[in-house]
């Protein structure tokens, strides 16, 4: 029986909960009749977002979903998915974010690893979902709801309507704020991160972790309620959600969101709706720079640049910056198992260090070790370990990989890199082998399984090699079996088949064998040393 000491006691405990619901309340209390967002010719104040996100989060409830469910997230950028994950949140449950690209096992994996009880997706998606739940995959799904309204009826693949945005907009549906006990510590997000293998790691991030790192995020790239940020990276990908699309977010600032980074209406929108501040992976920021359009566009209410996810050819970044000596252009580094933003480089800091990615933002320790296991001098390489707040909290369902990532209480990154005697870091290299490819990670060993499919292939290796849009191709070096034969197009076609687009080699090479050391391990940075 709960008395009224108890009452009052989670009562206290839930005001002064620090989770994503109360900092949403926060905001829209403050911000109520300001537009928080705006996507294609929909537009949100802060006050009709709030009541959105309960539409959605006692709808969710009533799916009869268990405490702590989780809810997979498979589609383009839109005000749904932000609504989505706030909803996820406020409601008690773990959001999955799954990359639109993927498909097959893939798909299956991501599904079945997070246990997801409930798939919203879009409509356009559905054939993917229609084609691994016929092959028996991913059968533990027991709800399938879409973001928006098919285009084509017939073909629901068993989602079930109204869909999402429908929920969203009905002013008759309950949007009061639910009465689910939501703690700090509890789990707001699970963020698959692929390794060197082929099975991808959910880093586990709870309320507590995001809303530390959104506060350093404010701080260290100057972000502010005037700026009028545009966020089209993917929403999936850890960056645009959580370094841009939430910080704003909380300090009520008024945010245009695209369905995809498409350069010219990126170009159009940054002068027609005054755009401040633009996050771009260095894989458009490239294009861009060389679009037509900017010789007609006028960009001068652009202040704020901000590249990262991969590594800015510093010739572009150099073009980029005389061309635009006003907008001030920051570098942000990190990876999702931090929230993901670890560094930065300020504006100021470019003229000296165009190559360095700064230096920690406040919630963020780092230090470098040497393979000996002794702290890095200034300029010895190292890897780079972090302690933070905004740490996740462990991979989902991965004991062993979550003891093996850590060591004493650092988290071990995988990165290679110096750092001088002012503390600023600079990457030097990936100490596993994943590949960056246009701001997304790419298991080689998932690429050259696929590839060993193939009868006439002896062996395989998969690189990254530098690439000017993509920063670096996914490459395939391939050794025939002894009288077989193969084209290039054949292996791309193949992969395509089988996994997701953005993991099909840009580039195949046949060679007679591929180089080893004297014990026999393969030198993979001889491949990459020799095509670059």
């Keep these: 029986m709960t008395t009224e000491t108890d009452a009052l006691d989670q009562a206290i405990a839930h005001a002064g909960a620090n989770t994503l619901g109360a900092l949403l309340a926060r905001t829209a209390s403050r911000n109520a009749q300001n537009t928080a967002l705006r996507f294609e010719d929909r537009e949100w104040t802060y006050a009709e977002l709030e009541r959105a996100v309960h539409r959605v989060a006692h709808r969710l409830r009533s799916a009869g979903l268990e405490d702590g469910a989780r809810v997979a997230a498979y589609g383009l950028n839109s005000d749904a998915y932000a609504i989505l994950f706030l909803a996820c949140a406020t409601a008690g449950y773990v959001h999955v974010p799954v990359n639109f690209a993927l498909k097959g096992d893939e798909l ?10 409930l798939l919203v997706a879009d409509p356009a998606l559905l054939p993917r979902i229609t084609e691994t739940r016929g092959q028996g995959r ?19 693949a068993g989602a079930q309507h109204p869909a999402l945005l429908t929920t969203a907009r009905n002013g008759s549906a309950p949007d009061t704020p639910l009465d689910v006990p939501v703690g700090d510590e509890d789990l707001a997000q699970l963020l698959y991160t692929s390794g060197t293998t082929s099975a991808p790691k959910g880093a586990m991030m709870s309320h507590r972790a995001l809303i530390a790192e959104y506060a350093a995020t404010i701080v260290a790239l100057d972000l502010t309620e005037e700026d009028r940020p545009l966020v089209c990276m993917p929403l999936y990908h850890s960056a645009a959600m959580h370094v841009f699309l939430l910080p704003y977010l909380a300090l009520g600032a008024t945010i245009r969101l695209l369905a995809k980074p498409d350069v010219s209406e990126t170009l159009r929108l940054v002068e027609a709706e005054h755009i401040g501040s633009l996050f771009l992976a260095p894989t458009v920021w490239v294009p861009l720079s060389n679009h037509p359009d900017l010789e007609t566009r006028d960009l001068s209410s652009l202040t704020k640049a901000q590249y990262g996810a991969s590594i800015m050819p510093v010739t572009v970044l150099q073009r980029l910056r005389e061309r635009y000596p006003r907008i001030g252009f920051y570098n942000c580094f990190g990876q999702s198992e931090m929230a993901p933003l670890c560094t930065v480089l300020r504006p100021e800091e470019h003229h000296a260090r165009p190559a360095s990615c700064g230096r920690p933002i406040l919630s963020v ?19 780079v370990q972090y302690r933070s707040p905004q740490l996740m909290s462990g991979y989902w369902n991965k004991p062993e990989a979550t003891a093996e990532a850590f060591e004493d209480g650092w988290f071990k990154s995988g990165d290679q890199a110096t750092q001088d005697a002012q503390g600023y870091l600079q990457i030097v290299d990936r100490i596993k082998d994943v590949i960056n490819t246009g701001g997304v990670l790419v298991a080689p060993r998932e690429v050259e399984d696929c590839i060993y499919e193939l009868e006439q292939v002896a062996e395989v290796a998969v690189v990254g090699t530098p690439d000017e849009r993509w920063i670096e191709a996914v490459t395939a070096v391939v050794v025939l079996k002894d009288g077989a034969e193969l084209t290039a197009e054949s292996v791309r076609a193949h992969v395509k088949s089988r996994i997701a687009d953005f993991k099909v080699p840009k580039r195949v090479d046949f060679v007679a064998e591929l180089p080893r050391n004297q014990s026999g391990k393969l030198l993979k940075r001889e491949l990459r040393a020799e095509r670059s």
């Excluded at 299956?108 to 009880?117: H, I, M, P, V």
């Excluded at 059968?139 to 629901?156: A, K, M, N, R």
Aim: aromatic content about 6%; proline content about 6%; glycine content about 14%.
């Design 108 to 117: 299956a994996y991501l599904l079945e690893d997070s246990g997801a009880d």
């Design 138 to 156: 991913a059968s533990g799904v027991g709800q399938i709801w879409l973001f928006t309204e098919e285009d084509e009826p017939g073909h629901s």
């Design 365 to 383: 320790q780092a230090r470098l070790v040497t393979t000996e296991g002794k702290l890095a001098a200034p300029g010895e390489p190292g890897e």
